[in-house]
């Protein structure tokens, strides 16, 4: 095997690519590098089979007679990725104390285009506006998979998905949903273009989720977590609805009103 295709053992805590790992903590590192973490074996393995691979995966010496693993390193290797095999200290440097992993992949950020999300039958598209909390976005990215919805487009300053949080809530599916980024005016421009119905969730609206004859394709839009959806954007919408709800609660958490709403939506097809 060349030197490309082995294992390089790192046992310093200083190295530059365990350093990397800390780094990518932060999302303006995130951004200039155009690098993220996801953590796990399970989760590598649900990205390979999306096709995608790390650009460099870490692991810890302690689990390198894992059976899966192993086949797993096997495949990373022929690849030409390079695969790190790290020592205890330069591990401990990287291990968080709340999930403490023994597998980490360092992944390229990848953002999609509107038209790359083009809403086809029996799918739907989700957009949300100022998301912030990102076990949200995570918990949302999940259930747009569970769905095989179309993607998830992101409108104002919402939190960044690819924080380890966001991914780490997504279990895996970060990896098979698309991600765009826009501007409401133009999404809802591209939305028309496209002949989709666009369904705002509001605690204002007046008809009831279960009530609606959702049109194909269908774009879910749902609000921030404080503030609710702008007024603006709910006027933009061919639909307005709300979920019912009985106790004193004021609302749902909105990646469970996402969830409730969207098996709705894919009631028929799922
Ligand atoms: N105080 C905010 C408001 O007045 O809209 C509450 C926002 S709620 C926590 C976040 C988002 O979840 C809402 O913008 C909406 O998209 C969705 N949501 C939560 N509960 C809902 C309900 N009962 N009916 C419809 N949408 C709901």
């Not at 695969?83 to 403490?100: F, L, T, V, Y």
């Not at 992101?154 to 970060?174: H, K, T």
Request: net charge neutral; with cysteine; glycine share 8%.
């Amino acid at each position: 095997m060349s030197e490309a295709n082995s294992v390089k053992i790192v046992t310093s805590a200083a190295n530059a690519t365990i350093k990397l790992v800390r780094a990518l903590d932060d999302k303006k590192h995130r951004r200039e590098s155009g690098l993220y973490v996801a953590e796990g074996l399970r989760t590598a393995l649900t990205a390979e089979e999306q096709g995608v691979y790390p650009e460099t995966l870490i692991f810890s010496a302690e689990l390198k007679d894992h059976p899966k693993l192993k086949e797993y390193l096997g495949r990373c290797l022929k690849r030409g990725i390079e695969c790190i095999e790290a020592g205890r200290q330069a591990m401990e440097k990287i291990a968080r104390r709340d999930n403490p992993q023994g597998v980490i992949g360092i992944y390229r950020i990848g953002w999609h285009k509107l038209e790359d999300l083009a809403p086809k039958p029996q799918s739907c598209l989700i957009a949300l506006q100022m998301i912030r909390d990102p076990g949200n976005l995570g918990t949302i990215m999940r259930t747009a998979d569970a769905v095989g919805a179309e993607g998830i487009v992101l409108i104002d300053e919402c939190c960044d998905p690819f924080s380890i949080e966001a991914v780490r809530a997504s279990m895996g599916s970060i990896f098979a949903v698309k991600l765009a980024r826009a501007r409401f005016a133009d999404f809802d421009a591209w939305r028309r273009k496209q002949g989709a119905m666009l369904v705002g969730t509001s605690l204002r609206a007046s008809e009831d989720y279960r009530k609606v004859d959702y049109k194909d394709p269908v774009c879910l839009l749902m609000g921030n977590e404080q503030a609710g959806l702008p007024a603006e954007y709910e006027d933009a919408c061919d639909a307005r609805v709300r979920i019912p709800m009985r106790g004193s609660a004021d609302s749902l958490n909105v990646a469970v009103a996402t969830a409730i709403v969207l098996y709705e939506i894919n009631r028929k097809s799922l």
